[in-house]
C-alpha cells in the first residue's frame, strides 16, 4: 500500500533494481516554493558514508515533474531519481534462498514468487531515497512557519551518546558520518562499528527526532493521532522495530506525579509546562513542548556472516553466504529519513487542522 | 478523526457524557456469527476491578444495530454502549483548569473552547469500550480461522512478569484481575499499586500481545505494514506512549548474526525460523512466527495529589486537587483493548490480503 | 461502502427493519450551531404525503449523540432515527422471489443469502433518512457563509414545469406536496400521479438542484471534481439512474461557441459569465455561477401490478403480486435528499478547499 | 485530488507542458501478465485524427517503471509519458485573459495565480493519456476474466448512431476514425465535423459504454455503487458534463411496470432479465445484463471564434481569439477514455468484492 497521508498525500513508486524510484506528492497547496537545493542536501545526508558503509555510490540524480516558475502550483509533484549503480546479478542465486531478517521469504509467499527480488524490490532500503526527497521538498517550507525536525543518533549498540544537548548542537548534527551529537560518543562508536563490521557483522541502535515550533492542538482525536500519524510512516522504513514519544517505555518507571507535565503561566503571560515526559503529545494533540520520539533501528540483517537458510525450490536446507556491498550500520542513515517522516507526518497534520490560518490551503 | 481501517473501517462515536458511545463497522463480510456472548466477555474484562481501580460502575448494556439471523448480513453494523454512571459536576470546575498529562489544554485550544469537557469527551479512556465491544466481535471470527490474539500485563512499573510462559498460562490470562501470568509476580504487583493508590498517585506498565495463527505473507509493503496498522490503532488508545515489535528496543544491543532469525526446513518439511527476535514481521510482513509487540502505557494521568495548573480564564496559577474517582493504574485494564487492537488490525489486514481465501469476502 | 467524503466523512448505518437508521458525521469543525429544527423539517419533507405516497407514517424521531451546549465541539455527531412502523411480515414471501427493479436479486448473490431482505435491508429507501438528517443540519451551516441549495421537482413522466422561475419561486418549493414551481404544472402531475397509481403502476421524473453563493474555485482537479464528488453521492441514492450538469446531454446539440459561458466585467469590477451552459463549472471547479444539476428518478420498483420473477430456491418462474404499501411517485422526496446530497458534498468540498478561509477549520 | 480507488488506487501526475505525464497504479494482484501492445494500441486510438483533429502529432512514447519479467509483481506499477510536441508560447498570452469554458479563471483564483496555464496545466484534456495507458493494461487483464468494456460514439449533434447494433460491430468500433457503428451515421458525423470546423466552431456529442462478462453482485452498497464509482471518475474527465445508466433520463418517461426487467428462468436453468432498462445495475449492484452507461460530451471548448473575456491583470473587457491547434469535434477521442474509465472502475469492483475468488489478490 503505496499511498499515505490525508490532507497531503504521497505516493511511493520503483523499485531498486527499476530505472527510477519515485514519490508523487498530492495535496500541496499553491505558492510554495521548491527548493531543489534542500532535496540535494537530504539526499546527500542519506548517502552512505565511505567508511562505514557500503560502496555502492548512489548519486541520486533527481527531477522533478511539476511545480511552475520554481513554485508549488496546486498539481501534484513527482520526484523521480535515477538507480545507477546496479548490479543485479549480486541477488540472482537469492532468490530462492531467502535472507534472514528480509522480506524475501514473506513476500515470495505472498506474491506466489512473482515478486522482483532483485535487491529487496519493493522492501529495499532504496525506496527511503524518495521519502528523503520529499522531506527535503518540505522541510523549508516548515521552516518558514517556524517548525523544525531534527534527528539524531542516540545510541549504537549500547554506546550512548549524552542525553544533555542543545538548540546549538542539533543544528550541526550533520558536520559528522555518524550523526551524534558529543565527539566523545563519535569516536567510541565509529570504533565499534569498524569492530563490528570487522566480524562480518552488522549492529543497530536509537535515532531521536525533536520537533519544534508546532502550533498548540495539532493532531487529530483517535485514530489520526500523532503519535499514529507518525508511527504509521515510521514503521514504513525498513528496520524500524519500535517507536516512543516522550518517556516512552522508561516512563512505565515513573508515578503519575513524576510523569504528568504540569502547566504554569509564564513571566510572558503564556501557558507552559514544566516538563516533557509525554514528548510534547496528550490526548494525540500537541500541547506546545518540542514532540520528541525515538525509534528502535534492528541490526542490518544482510550480514557477510554465513547463515542458515532454506532453498525454497528444492525444499532443502542451505548455508547463506551474502556477497556484494552490505552496511555493518544503517543508524546514521536513518537520521534523515526519520526527518523526513516527521516532516511529512506535520505537514499532512498542519494542512488538516486549521487549514488555511497556518500554512495556507487551496 | 474516529474512522480507520481499509478494507474493515470502524468509526467510533459518541464521548463520555453523553448517551452512548458507539462504534459502526463496515466491510464485514457477511456470513459471520455474531457472538454476543464474546462481545458481553470482553467488556467484562475492561471493567475496572474493585480494588486496584475506580468505583465508577460501568455496566455495559450494549445494544447491536445490524445482523440478521444472528449472523453478518453485509450491512454496517452498529454497537451501541449505554453510558450509565455519569457524574458530569465532577468534571465542571476543570474546565477552565486543565488537567495535567490529559487533553484538556490542546483540545481548549483545537476546538477554541467549544470542546466538550465532560470528563475527557472524545478524549475520554471510555472510548475504547467500543473498541473492546467490537473486539470480543471479532475473537471468534479470527479463531474460526486459526487466528489468536493474547495480551498480557509483563510489568506494573519496575516490577516484572517472568519472561516465560506456556500456551496454556496464555490462555487463563484473565483469571486473575491484573492478567498477569505468574502468581509471584501478582502478589508483588498488587502490593504496588495498592501503595501507590494510598500515596494518591498512579503507576504505568507494560503490555504485551502475541499473535498466533496467522497466515505467511499478512501486511502490505510500506504504509500498511503490520506494524504500520498495528501501531496506528494501538497509538489511538489513550496513554500509550511507545510501541516495540519483537525485541524492539533491546534488539538494538544484538548483533546482525544474533537478531536475523534464520530459516530452516522442519522434518515436516514446513520453513520454520529459528527464533523471533523480529516479532514475527520482515519488511512489514508476516513471517510465520507468532508476531509479538508490547505497548508502555504511562502513569495514569488523573491523580488525587495537588498538581500545578493555570486557570485559562483567569490567566493565573492555580493547584489542581482533581476529585471524584481514578484508577491508580489502568494497564491492566489496557490488556483487552490491546487484544482488541490486534482483533481490528489483523481483520482489516487479513480483508486486504487474498481476501476470498481465508476469511471470505463479499 | 457506507463512507464516504475527504475532510467531512459522513458514515450511514442501520437498515430498514433495524431498531434504528443512523448517520455519523466525522470531520465537522468545532462551534457550529446545531439547529435540531432544520432537521425536523427535512426529515418531515422527506415524509410521504398522504394522496401520494404510500400509508406507511414514519415519523421519524431523532436522537442527537454529540454536540455540547447546542453547538459542535470538534467531536464525531451521530444522528439516531428510530424505525417505528415495521412490517416485516409484508416481505417475508419476497425472500427467495426477487421484486424486478431491486436489489434483491444481486443482493442474494453478492451475501451468498446471508444479506437482510426485510424491507429492502440497507438497499432500502429508508436509509434516505439519515441522509437528509445531515442535510438539514448542515442547511443553515452553509446558509450562515451565504450559500444555498435548492431542488424542485422540473418533470414528472412527460409534465414539465415552466423552465423559468424566480428565486422567490425556489424559497417557496416545499408549499405543496409535489415540489414544482408552477401551479399548472401541479396540476398536470398530480392527475398524472393519481391515474398512474389507479393502474397499479408507478412513474419517474427529473429533480433539478440549483446551488448559489460558491465561492470561486471549489472542487479539486481530476477525481474530486465538482461533478465527480456530486454524482458519487447522487448516485448512493436509490432510483437515481442520470446525472447532468449545466445543459448536460442537451448540451451536445450546441456549438461551442454557443456553450462557452463568455466572460465580462460587470459595471461593479466583479468578473462574471455571460451564460451558464455549463451548469458553474469549468474543469471540476465552481465558476461563479450557480451550480445546476438534474438527477433522472426511475418509475419506483415496487408496483402492485404481477410482474416476473423466479423462486430462488425452488428455481423456478413465478408471478410475483406485491403487497403492502408503495409509492406511485417518489420524485417529490428526492427533492429534499438531493438538498441533502447537495449540502453534504458541498460542506465536504468547503473543508477542502480553503479549509479556514471560508467555514473554519479544527 | 489526484487519487482514485478503493483496492486499486490509480494516481495522476504531470502536467500538459511538464516532461511527462504518468500514472500510478497501486494495488494490482502479482501474476498479471504487462501487455505493452495493449497500451500502445490504446494511445494510439486516443491520439488525434488527422482531418478532424487538431495536428498536434502526440507520438505517446511511453516508459514502465515496475513489473518484473513481464508480469506484475506486486509493486506499484508506473507509467511514463513523454511530452513531446509542446509550444508554450501558444498560451502565453491566455494567461490573464482566461479562455471561456476552460478551468483558467477558477483555477487563477483558486491557485491565486500560481496555477500553471501553459496548455492548461493539470486540467488539459493531455491528462487523459495516461489514463488511457492505464485502460490498455487492464483490458486484457479484465478479458482474461471474460469481461469487455465497449465504448463508441452514438451521436455527434443531432446526429445519431442507428440504436441496434450487434457484438460484432462493437469488436470493429476503432475500425473508422469516429468510432461509430454505421456507415450511414459515419458520413453524416463527419460532414458536419468539417462543416463546424469551417465556422471555427466545435461540436459535442454522446459516447455510450456497454460492459460485458461481470459476475453478478459487483459493486458495494451506496456509496461505492457501480454507479457511484463510474460516475465519479468519468466526471474527472475534462468535458463531461452528464452520464445516465440504462434508459436514464428517457427512462424517467416508462412507468414501473415498462422500466422494470422482470426475472425469469432459462431453458438453462439460469435466471435471466427480460430487458435491460436499468442498464445492468439493481440497488448500486451489477445484475447479470451488461452494464450500460452514455456520456454527454459538451462541445470542445477551445474555438478560433472570438469569443469575449476579460484581462484579469488590467481588469477590462477583452476580445480573444484563441490561435493554436485544437479539435473541432473530440467525442471520438473520448471513446478509448471511456472503455479506460470502465476498466480502471470495474478493476478496483472486482478487487473490492469476493477478492480472491475472480481476479485473484496479494
Redesign the interface.
Known amino acids: 500500500?503505496?499511498?499515505?497521508g490525508?490532507?497531503l498525500?504521497i505516493?511511493?513508486?520503483?523499485?531498486s533494481h527499476?530505472?527510477?524510484v519515485?514519490i508523487?506528492l498530492?495535496?500541496l497547496p499553491?505558492?510554495f516554493k521548491i527548493d531543489e537545493e534542500s532535496i540535494a542536501k537530504y539526499l546527500n545526508y542519506r548517502r552512505p558514508k565511505p567508511i562505514i558503509n557500503t560502496s555502492r555510490v548512489e548519486e541520486d540524480e533527481f527531477?522533478i515533474?511539476?511545480?511552475?516558475n520554481g513554485?508549488?502550483?496546486?498539481?501534484?509533484?513527482?520526484i523521480l531519481i535515477k538507480n545507477k549503480d546496479v548490479k543485479s546479478s549480486d541477488y540472482d542465486e537469492l532468490f530462492l534462498k531467502?535472507r534472514?531478517?528480509?522480506?524475501?521469504?514473506?513476500?515470495y509467499?505472498?506474491?506466489?514468487g512473482?515478486?522482483?527480488y532483485?535487491g529487496?524490490?519493493?522492501?529495499s532500503g532504496r525506496?527511503t531515497a524518495p521519502i528523503v526527497a520529499a522531506g527535503g521538498l518540505l522541510a523549508p517550507i516548515l521552516e518558514n512557519v517556524g517548525i523544525r525536525c531534527y534527528s539524531r543518533v542516540v545510541?549504537i549498540?549500547?554506546i550512548k551518546d549524552s542525553e544533555e544537548y542543545t538548540l546549538e548542537q542539533l543544528e550541526r548534527r550533520y558536520e559528522n558520518d555518524l550523526r551524534v551529537l558529543s565527539s566523545g560518543a563519535y569516536e567510541k562508536m565509529m570504533e565499534k562499528i569498524l569492530a563490528?563490521r570487522r566480524?562480518g557483522?552488522?549492529?543497530?541502535?536509537?535515532v531521536e527526532t525533536v520537533i519544534s515550533g508546532l502550533p498548540?492542538?495539532?493532531?487529530?482525536?483517535?485514530?489520526?493521532?500523532l503519535?499514529?500519524?507518525i508511527?504509521?510512516?515510521a514503521?514504513?522504513i525498513?528496520g524500524?522495530?519500535?517507536?516512543?514519544?516522550?518517556?516512552?517505555?522508561q516512563?512505565?518507571?515513573?508515578?503519575?506525579?513524576?510523569?504528568?507535565?504540569?502547566?504554569?503561566?509564564e513571566n510572558s503571560?503564556k501557558?507552559k509546562?514544566?516538563s516533557n515526559h509525554?514528548?510534547g503529545i496528550?490526548?494525540?494533540?500537541?500541547?506546545?513542548n518540542p514532540v520528541v520520539f525515538r525509534v528502535?533501528?534492528?541490526?542490518?540483517?544482510?550480514?557477510p556472516?554465513p547463515?542458515?537458510?532454506?532453498n525454497?525450490k528444492e525444499?532443502?536446507?542451505e548455508i547463506l553466504r551474502i556477497k556484494g556491498r552490505h552496511d555493518p550500520c544503517i543508524v546514521p542513515r536513518v537520521v534523515p529519513i526519520m526527518e523526513s517522516v516527521a516532516n511529512i507526518a506535520i505537514t499532512d497534520f498542519l494542512l488538516?487542522?486549521?487549514?488555511?490560518?497556518l500554512i495556507g490551503?487551496?
Not at 100 to 107: E, L, N, S
Open positions: 500500500m503505496n499511498v499515505f490525508n490532507s498525500k505516493i511511493l513508486f520503483g523499485k527499476e530505472k527510477y519515485g508523487t498530492d495535496g499553491a505558492g527531477e515533474i511539476g511545480g511552475f513554485f508549488t502550483d496546486g498539481a501534484p509533484l513527482t531467502p534472514p531478517g528480509h522480506a524475501d521469504y514473506p513476500a509467499i505472498k506474491y506466489k512473482f515478486n522482483d532483485r529487496g524490490g519493493q522492501f525506496m545510541s549498540g549500547e563490528v566480524e557483522d552488522s549492529i543497530g541502535g536509537v498548540v492542538g495539532l493532531g487529530e482525536p483517535f485514530f489520526y493521532s503519535e499514529s500519524g508511527s504509521a510512516l514503521f514504513s525498513p524500524i522495530k519500535g517507536i516512543e514519544f516522550g518517556d516512552g517505555f516512563g512505565t518507571l515513573l508515578r503519575g506525579s513524576e510523569f504528568n507535565d504540569q502547566l504554569y503561566l503571560g501557558i509546562l514544566k509525554s514528548g496528550n490526548g494525540g494533540l500537541s500541547n506546545g528502535a533501528v534492528r541490526p542490518t540483517s544482510s550480514i556472516k547463515q542458515n537458510t532454506v525454497m525444499m532443502s536446507n488538516t487542522f486549521n487549514g488555511g490560518e490551503k487551496n
